[in-house]
């Protein structure tokens, strides 16, 4: 594996770490009896932001297969 390919795992588990706990937040934020909803708005912005990242670094890892 080459070192950019390491450099990318370890970004990648960086940022499904603050993907499962932004998942955490907005779960606690919904079960409040008064909910933020510019907060919860901006969470979830956030969670679909770190998404779309992890799945272009993943698929920044997979080799290209010439044919």
Known sequence: MPLDDAVTAQRLVELK???????????RLVHQSTVDQLQLTRLKKRRLQLKDTIARLESQLIPDLDA
């Open 17 to 27: 770490t603050e993907h499962r706990d932004l998942d955490a937040a907005i779960d």
